[in-house]
């Protein structure tokens, strides 16, 4: 009985060491174990998101205010398309708009026509005067206008974040 015993596992009570003993059982009890933690820790961590769960959910967007540039890389009587910030730039004389591309509609990007001097909507035919202002189409209001001004370096800068009357204008 006692040969039985030993063969069991590395220790036992008796040695008075170490409380798990050595066996096929035991050690299927423990995998089970560690299976059961393991798919618990997998499922938590599903549900809270592992970066989540450590760092601030935060939305990084670029900044609404920016700068175009000089106001004199931009030739007289011109309509600048600026595609990554979504904005025509629009210099007649020495006056500057800028000028959202968001179709008022559904919100497709208007284009500018060189030959017919407007903006067009390729979705649903909107038209806009070059001044943003709606004539055709189902386009219930004028293309928003946003904050211009010279910085202290003499750059050009917009703010998207500042929607402006249709009548402001930038004179430089
Ligand atoms: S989205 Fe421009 S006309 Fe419909």
Known sequence: MERKEEKKGFSSEKEGGIWFTFSRRNLLTLAG??????????????????????????????????SVGDPKAFSE???TTLKSRKIFVVRDGNSFKAISVVCQHLGCAVEFSK?????????????YYRNGVNF???????????EIILD??????VDTSKIVPLETELVV
């Open 77 to 79: 009587n011109s309509v």
């Open 152 to 157: 202290d370096s003499g750059r050009l800068v």
């Open 33 to 66: 174990w560690g299976l059961f933690f393991a798919s618990i820790g997998a499922y938590l961590s599903q549900i809270m998101g592992y970066k989540g769960f450590f760092y601030p959910k935060v939305l990084f967007e670029p900044s609404p205010r920016f």
């Open 115 to 127: 030959e017919k001097n407007i903006f067009e909507c390729p979705c649903h035919g909107s038209k």
């Open 136 to 146: 055709a189409g189902p386009a219930p209001r004028p293309l928003n206008h946003f």
